[in-house]
T-cell receptor, first 113, second 112 residues
Framework: EAGVTQFPSHSVIEKGQTVTLRCDPI?????LYWYRRVMGKEIKFLLH????????ESGMPNNRFLAERTGGTYSTLKVQPAELEDSGVYFC???????????FGQGTRLTVV | GESVGLHLPTLSVQEGDNSIINCAYS??????FIWYKQESGKGPQFIID?????DKRQGQRVTVLLNKTVKHLSLQIAATQPGDSAVYFC???????????FGTGTRLKVLA
């Protein structure tokens, strides 16, 4: 069974540009989560999808971040425009409906210069 | 690796010794706890979990202890091996919320 996969693994962009991160969850997992770790801080929750619906987006830092999960399969996280403080590692995770254990992808390292 | 620039608490242990990694959690309502291991360039990998109705759970070479009175969690690794070198995170959640709160992490270095 393939795990959670994220694309790209690394991205370096200039301040003000747009970046889109992609996450493919484990097949059949209804729950999909985005987390991020900015430098020097702990991993923090961004949002949670159940299928295509946003269940909890309380962790999204501001309106420069937009997450989508059209069709309830893969998800994208767009940052527009990117700022220096957005640099960090963005993790995606997924889990079965009703399951608490989440499986994480390898992360996307975003560097904004 | 991903942790460049991060100043994590570090635990150095000799190969073959036991390791104990501690974590203080924040929410007294949390009822499910997980320890994750993160190796360089990889995402957090599940190690072991424990529910709040237990105070100890054992896996293969790992034991998690939960003290709800002081909101403390620990991970014990027996006979630590070089492959155990990684950053270890505890995470807490309230069942049904699906939102994990992660600790800051501890870097484990295994010395040959």
């Amino acid at each position: 069974e393939a795990g959670v996969t994220q694309f790209p693994s690394h991205s370096v962009i200039e301040k003000g540009q747009t970046v889109t991160l992609r996450c493919d969850p484990i097949s059949g997992h209804d729950n999909l989560y985005w987390y991020r770790r900015v430098m020097g801080k702990e991993i923090k929750f961004l949002l949670h999808f159940v299928k295509e619906s946003k269940q909890d987006e309380s962790g999204m830092p501001n309106n420069r971040f937009l997450a989508e999960r059209t069709g309830g399969t893969y998800s994208t996280l767009k940052v527009q425009p990117a700022e220096l403080e957005d640099s960090g590692v963005y993790f995606c995770a997924s889990s079965h409906a009703g399951a608490t254990e989440a499986f994480f992808g390898q992360g996307t390292r975003l560097t904004v210069v | 690796g991903e942790s460049v620039g991060l100043h994590l608490p570090t635990l150095s242990v000799q190969e073959g010794d036991n390791s104990i990694i501690n974590c203080a959690y924040s929410n007294s309502a949390s009822d499910y706890f997980i320890w994750y291991k993160q190796e360089s360039g990889k995402g957090p990998q599940f190690i072991i979990d424990i529910r709040s109705n237990m105070d100890k759970r054992q896996g293969q070479r790992v034991t998690v202890l939960l003290n709800k009175t002081v909101k403390h969690l620990s991970l014990q690794i027996a006979a630590t091996q070089p492959g155990d070198s990684a950053v270890y995170f505890c995470a807490e959640t309230v069942s049904g919320t699906y939102k994990y709160i992660f600790g800051t992490g501890t870097r484990l270095k295994v010395l040959a």
